[in-house]
């Protein structure tokens, strides 16, 4: 945590650069941002509405309310299914991926 006297709040890329090299980097809010997200609902925060409707990025749901979704869903004290899904999903989306040549036979 920084004090910003002033200065404008910086961006996620920005508070990314700051920290050491490491393998997964949880954040919570940047609601907007454009990278996988895991929405958190809760019954007893008024929310209009789920978030995952419209937006791509969330790749699962963690609620204390039912949920219907193609999405996974989770129980909010789910943490062991929740944290397992969390690294499955880091570990599919940063494996290498096979490529494609052209023109070999």
């Known amino acids: 945590m920084h004090?910003?006297?002033g200065a404008p709040e910086p961006g996620l890329e920005e508070l990314i650069e700051q920290?050491?090299?490491?393998?997964?980097?949880?954040?919570?809010?940047?609601?907007?941002?454009?990278?996988?997200?895991?929405?958190?609902?809760?019954?007893s925060v008024e929310q209009a509405e789920f978030l995952?409707?419209?937006?791509?990025?969330i790749v699962a749901i963690a609620?204390?309310?039912?949920?219907?979704?193609?999405?996974?869903?989770?129980?909010?004290?789910?943490?062991?299914?929740i944290a397992g899904f969390v690294v499955e999903h880091a570990q599919r989306i940063a494996a290498p991926r096979p490529r494609l040549v052209a023109g070999l036979r």
Do not use: I, N, Q, W
Not at 36 to 42: M, S
Not at 52 to 57: C, F, G, N, T, V
Not at 63 to 81: A, G, H, I, K, Q
């Open 52 to 57: 995952y409707p419209h937006d791509p990025y």
């Open 63 to 81: 609620s204390d309310d039912p949920v219907e979704s193609r999405l996974p869903t989770f129980e909010l004290d789910d943490v062991e299914p």
């Open 19 to 43: 920290l050491a090299p490491c393998d997964l980097v949880l954040v919570e809010g940047f609601k907007r941002e454009a990278m996988p997200k895991l929405e958190v609902h809760r019954h």
């Open 3 to 5: 004090e910003l006297r």
